[in-house]
T-cell receptor, first 109, second 114 residues
Framework: AQSVTQPDIHITVSEGASLELRCNYSYGATPYLFWYVQSPGQGLQLLLK??????LVQGIKGFEAEFKRSQSSFNLRKPSVHWSDAAEYFCAVGADMRFGAGTRLTVKP | GAGVSQSPSNKVTEKGKDVELRCDPI?????LYWYRQSLGQGLEFLIY????????KSGLPSDRFSAERTGGSVSTLTIQRTQQEDSAVYLC????????????FGEGSRLTVL
């Protein structure tokens, strides 16, 4: 069965620092992969998605993610974090959209 | 409306009562998903509908939970004989098709079981 693991429950970074959020998946074939963000008091918003092709995908708000088949990973990155990036981040996999447990990002001034 | 609409936004009920949560997806969206989000928890998949295909019910936690989607549009999630552990935010999302990946979420229905 397909599954998604986000190993980090909570991450704290300083504003301006780089960020990497981890996502590992278990899936029988090349999966559809997604990152969503849930800001406090708001609904979920799609950051980016991977279906096929170039393994480095660009998303909104300066985020990018890289699909690594050999590592079954789809990690989310941002070179310089802004205070407004503080939120819950969810990785999802597959056409039936199974979500990971989420990573809560705190940004220190 | 322009977005996914869910009702009620808040529901407080007594243990043992039945509740119905409604989701009105974006017009033209063939895929509809239900998730449960408990405090501090991730998104727990419950069920999804895709067009006229049989729904994937594999995420429903018990037989007290059921969902219908009438006419390929509005969906109702029913929880029978509610328990305190059912307290959560129930999120509905829709997508133009199963494979586009972009889900549009409603604001959720917050259920509190006393």
């Amino acid at each position: 069965a397909q599954s998604v693991t986000q190993p980090d429950i909570h991450i704290t970074v300083s504003e301006g620092a780089s960020l990497e959020l981890r996502c590992n998946y278990s899936y029988g074939a090349t999966p559809y992969l997604f990152w969503y963000v849930q800001s406090p008091g708001q609904g979920l918003q799609l950051l980016l998605k991977y279906f096929s092709g170039d393994t480095l995908v660009q998303g909104i708000k300066g985020f990018e993610a890289e699909f690594k088949r050999s590592q079954s990973s789809f990690n989310l990155r941002k070179p310089s974090v802004h205070w407004s990036d503080a939120a819950e981040y969810f990785c999802a996999v597959g056409a039936d959209m199974r979500f990971g447990a989420g990573t809560r990002l705190t940004v220190k001034p | 409306g322009a977005g996914v609409s869910q009702s009620p936004s808040n529901k407080v009920t007594e243990k043992g009562k039945d509740v119905e949560l409604r989701c009105d997806p974006i017009s033209g969206h063939t895929a509809l998903y239900w998730y449960r989000q408990s405090l501090g928890q991730g998104l727990e998949f419950l069920i999804y509908f895709q067009g006229n295909s049989a729904p994937d019910k594999s995420g429903l936690p018990s037989d007290r939970f059921s969902a219908e989607r009438t006419g390929g549009s509005v969906s109702t999630l029913t929880i029978q004989r509610t328990q305190q552990e059912d307290s959560a935010v129930y999120l509905c999302a829709s997508s133009f098709s199963q494979n586009t990946g972009e889900l549009f979420f409603g604001e959720g229905s917050r259920l509190t079981v006393l």
